[in-house]
């Protein structure tokens, strides 16, 4: 019998970065609306942030793994500069009230989410190099 993981599996976060672009860049032919196309690009981009800052803990406190995920923000500024951690927060709150269906809310638009990817893509920049 084996055990069952600690952590599920999920794509490495260049992989979800590399999927949310194609979301957002489409090729000709697609179905999908730019709405949906967007939030599921969302969607991927807050999974990127949570991925990288689980393996972050993980490997300078393993304890703050068993923290909520506002707990583990909130602490990332004494590792970070807080300008970063409060960049982490204000991206990581932008996706996460894109990712959730509000029966009154438009959806993200391209563009925004866009945006966040860039600021995802430099956060997980910084944050790699605060791990070295």
């Known amino acids: 019998m084996t055990t069952p993981a600690r952590f599920p599996r999920v794509l490495p976060t260049n992989e979800l970065l590399a999927a949310a672009d194609q979301l957002l860049n489409p090729s000709d032919g697609t179905t999908l609306s730019p709405g949906v196309r967007a ?59 894109a990712c959730h269906y509000h029966t009154y809310d438009l959806p993200p638009t391209p563009a925004e989410v866009r945006a966040w990817h860039q600021d995802v893509n430099e956060l997980l920049r910084v944050l790699a190099a605060a791990r070295a």
């Open 39 to 97: 939030r599921a690009a969302a969607t991927l981009l807050r999974l990127a942030l949570d991925e990288t800052l689980d393996a972050f803990w993980r490997s300078v406190s393993p304890r703050m793994t068993r923290s909520t995920g506002r707990t583990r923000m909130l602490c990332l500024q004494w590792y970070v500069s807080p300008s970063v951690a409060r960049q982490w927060y204000t991206v990581w709150s932008g996706l996460s009230a």
